[in-house]
């Protein structure tokens, strides 16, 4: 009778971890898909603190900064399907974090705004942000941090020249 194997260390698996087949082709975009799927399970977590759900934060960030705006301009801002955007706002507003109202330039078209209720919304949404940005950032030196922006610029710019989609760029925040 064969002895048994020794166990595996239990701080970590046996093998090093291992790319799937096909996403060796693009060892890069695999890395920055699944950064950016547990990116978005963090800042939902750190949102459902404050009420929200993730994507209503850049709904309520536009506002704030923009102020009143017809929801189509909303929804390019944002970047998200009219659909999706219209659900959130129906959220936001029974939270009575938004107000929709006819624009009075045109019947037609709706303007949506931050209502004055969601001014302490605000400081709790910057809260969120900032854990979600320690949190993220954890472990990084100040110079690595630069260093990942930069090269995210970079790959941003990549992405939008391949797609020929660029929403109006922003500076990093550092």
């Known amino acids: ?14 093998c090093p971890p291992r790319l799937p087949a096909v996403a060796m082709a693009g060892p890069a975009s695999h890395a920055v898909s699944r950064v950016a ?4 399970i963090a800042a939902g977590k750190v949102l459902k ?3 929200l759900y ?4 850049f709904v309520m960030m536009h506002l704030w900064e923009a102020g009143p705006v017809r929801q189509s301009e909303l929804i390019k801002a944002v970047e998200l399907d009219p659909s999706t955007v219209t659900k ?3 959220r936001l507003e029974q ?3 938004v107000r929709r109202r006819p624009d009075p330039a045109d019947r037609r078209a709706v ?3 931050a209502s004055e209720a969601s001014c302490g919304l605000l400081a709790q949404v910057e809260r969120a942000w900032g854990e979600l940005e320690r949190h993220t950032l954890a472990g990084l030196d100040e110079d690595e941090r630069t260093e990942l922006l930069r090269l995210l610029a970079k790959v941003e710019d990549n992405l939008c020249t391949e797609t020929a989609d660029c929403p ?3 500076a990093p925040q550092g």
């Open 95 to 97: 939270a009575g974090h």
């Open 111 to 113: 303007l949506v705004e």
């Open 37 to 40: 799927r547990l990116h978005r």
């Open 54 to 57: 993730p994507g209503q934060e």
């Open 1 to 14: 009778m064969k002895a048994d194997p020794a166990p595996t260390d239990p701080a970590g698996p046996a």
């Open 168 to 170: 109006e760029r922003r």
């Open 49 to 51: 603190g404050v009420g």
């Open 88 to 90: 959130m706002l129906q």
